[in-house]
């Protein structure tokens, strides 16, 4: 019958949270607790994304953020859900947001962890409907710190977790830890619980397929404009690459995490720094497509992971993808 076919034995987020805490004996549950501070934030955000239209979130706040973007107004309401949910957690001690300039310091005496997010990464998409996301990342205070602005300003080979959420035709949550598998959990919105949809996430060593604005390809350097074009030629089954470019990153990124390819954010002559922010866009990614394992270098061809962030907003250039692929990048861009 029908229910025969019911599984009753899920994994939710919460049931692979306990059993990871259980694998670590030191382990004080403090992390345990964050991460169900996290998955708060994303049912959440989640929720008025999908209500936007419905009850007039959609459009601009009126503001700019510390980068210059106009700031929508979801992203006023997902930067301040995710704020809340981070200080009532009482384990995030020190929380760096793409919406805010400076960093928010939470003091307690048992929160031991600094967090980097972009609450609604691709906001530019949002009053289409099309896909954005919540990266995060999250880093351990240095022992004795009570948190301090070194405890986030760490590179990618530092932080303990990241991940992201993107919030499509359903809420897909990629997480992974330091040195661990990466798994995908889906929201199911019925009984409002991420479960485990993809264990072990491995991304495909090579697919022709990359995704690049290729609108700034008047500004890019001569390394990066041959490598792209190299893409356009018959390749050795006699086919060019295909191109997929959504415009959300975390879109972006979750498809060339699934297919397998190429995403690109190169710096550029018009932006010598990068558009994406290491904290958390470029480390977090990072860090999930080495964990599964592919690769993500700047644009000066050095592991992402090793990127070291002079300013909590700082930038770089992002290549990240297929093992095979980012290979092919390096020999194209030095
Ligand atoms: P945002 O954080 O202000 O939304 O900007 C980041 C987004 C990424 O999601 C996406 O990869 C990129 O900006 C798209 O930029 P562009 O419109 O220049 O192609
Ligand atoms: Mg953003």
Redesign the pocket.
């Known amino acids: 019958t029908q229910d025969a076919n019911i599984n009753t034995n899920i994994i939710t987020l919460t049931r692979f949270l306990t059993e990871e805490q259980v694998k670590h004996p030191e382990a004080t549950g403090d992390f345990t607790l964050l991460c169900h501070a996290l998955q708060y934030s994303f049912k959440s955000i989640a929720y008025y994304i999908r209500r936007a239209t419905l009850v007039n979130l959609t459009g601009l706040a009126g503001s700019a953020n510390t980068?210059g973007?106009d700031q929508k107004k979801l992203d006023v309401i997902s930067n301040d859900l995710f704020i809340a949910a981070m200080r009532s957690s009482g384990k995030c001690s020190v929380l760096v947001s793409?919406e805010e300039e400076n960093v928010i310091f939470f003091p307690s005496d048992g929160a031991h962890y600094a967090v980097a997010c972009?609450p609604?990464?691709?906001?530019?998409n949002l009053d289409a409907g099309v896909s954005?996301g919540t990266i995060f990342g999250i880093h351990k205070l240095a022992p004795g710190s009570q948190g301090t602005k070194e405890d986030i300003l760490k590179p990618g080979t530092e932080l303990v977790a990241a991940g992201f959420t993107m919030y499509g035709a359903s809420a897909q949550l990629v997480v992974t830890m330091k040195g661990g598998t990466v798994n995908g959990f889906t929201l199911d919105n019925g009984i409002g619980e991420f479960i485990l949809s993809h264990p072990d996430m491995k991304i495909p060593k090579k697919r022709a397929i990359y995704s690049v604005?290729e609108?700034?390809s008047l500004y890019w350097e001569d390394g990066v404009k041959n490598y792209f074009s190299s893409l356009k030629e018959a390749q050795e089954n006699g086919k060019p690459y295909s191109a997929r470019?959504i415009?959300?990153?975390?879109a972006?990124a979750y498809r060339t995490l699934l297919y397998g390819g190429l995403f690109a954010?190169p710096a550029d002559k018009k932006s010598p720094k990068g558009?994406?922010?290491i904290l958390y866009?470029c480390a977090p990614m990072a860090m999930v497509f080495e964990n599964a394992g592919g690769q993500a270098v700047d644009s000066k061809m050095a592991r992402m992971m090793e990127v070291v962030p002079e300013s909590i907003h700082d930038r770089a250039g992002i290549f990240m993808g297929s093992y095979d692929e980012v290979e092919k990048v390096k020999k194209f861009v030095k």
């Open positions: 980068t973007d793409e972009d609604i990464d691709g906001s530019s954005v604005n609108g700034n470019y415009g959300s990153m975390v972006d954010y558009k994406l922010r866009e």
